[in-house]
């Protein structure tokens, strides 16, 4: 095995075009492995660069069944994975920033660097940035996604061997939080360093099923999911940076982003009784900070930005 090797792990679904433009986006020198689920790319995976293996899915699996069989389909020897989705993409000279950190920095089990989004159209805009590099000992840069997960996939790589021990992604959800636990869990049971680097785009799509499922009973009992995994976590934790954070308060912090972003979904739609259903039907997050509170009491009262 090389001293320090990367492989790309891809789910993806129905997303032909896409997971190309992924794929052309990636060194033909680094190994590609897509997990094709409902075998939905069949018969054009031989159009693709040499680099990508396509495995099919015969059947259809959940969406995070798939991004573990992706991982599992890594064949050859490497330290590192990368885990994007079929709809992301990498900046030109992504991976010289991605592999100049790996060699300074061999030994982190988790590496933080910056994204930018985009829409369907191909507009981009800026997204999460690390403000400077800052390298953590294990548990202690939980405390930069405390609050909130910003980071995304594409600009997220794991030491293989760690991501193993830990367990990757927690099929248990079906529709949201897998990749912001994975992220938070291995912020807490390892080492990491954040990068003050833009290495890729992530996808966000207008009208999304994503968005029209933000204010369900679904989407907040995965927060629960979610939360309720860190907080044991926390609560065991023997670093001091974590043992100061306030279990209860945590959960709260997440669970009222969530509440949030369901109403402000159903006003962005003109659904102002929905909202108030949505807002009043759910646990208060009453551990949160005040701060919050009335931030979650305005974004009901006020009229929705256009």
Request: net charge neutral; glycine share 6%.
């Amino acid at each position: 095995m090389r001293a320090n090797s990367i492989a790309v792990a891809i789910p993806t679904y129905k997303r032909v075009d896409l997971v190309r433009q992924l794929v052309e986006s990636i060194p033909k020198s680094v190994p590609v492995f897509i997990s094709d689920n409902e075998a939905s790319m069949r018969p054009l995976d031989d159009t693709f660069p040499f680099n990508a293996q396509v495995a099919h899915a015969e059947g259809l699996l959940p969406i995070f069944a798939n991004w573990n069989r992706a991982l599992s389909l890594i064949n050859v020897p490497c330290t590192h994975v990368l885990i994007p989705s079929d709809d992301d993409e990498y900046l030109p000279g992504a991976f010289d920033i991605i592999g100049d950190t790996l060699t300074a920095y061999p030994d982190v089990d988790m590496y933080v660097f910056g994204c930018d989004f985009a829409d369907e159209t191909g507009r981009t805009w800026p997204g999460y940035r690390p403000a400077v590099l800052e390298k953590f000992g294990v548990g202690e840069g939980f405390v930069r996604f405390a609050r909130s997960v910003d980071a995304r996939m594409p600009g997220v790589m794991f030491r293989r061997d760690f991501l193993v021990r830990i367990g990757a992604f927690d099929e248990r959800f079906t529709l949201t939080a897998a990749d912001s636990e994975l992220i938070q869990r291995a912020l807490l049971l390892g080492t990491s360093i954040f990068v003050p680097k833009v290495v890729g785009h992530y996808r966000v799509w207008s009208g999304s099923l994503t968005h029209a499922r933000l204010a369900t009973d679904h989407w907040m009992a995965e927060i629960d999911i979610w939360v309720d995994k860190i907080g044991a976590l926390l609560a065991v934790s023997d670093v001091p940076e974590v043992k100061s954070i306030n279990v209860l308060r945590y959960k709260d912090e997440v669970y009222i982003a969530n509440l949030r972003a369901g109403i402000g979904a159903l006003k962005s739609k003109g659904h102002y009784a929905s909202a108030w259903r949505h807002a009043f039907s759910r646990r208060y997050p009453s551990h949160a900070s005040l701060i919050s509170q009335a931030k979650l009491i305005a974004h009901l009262l006020l009229p929705s930005r256009t």
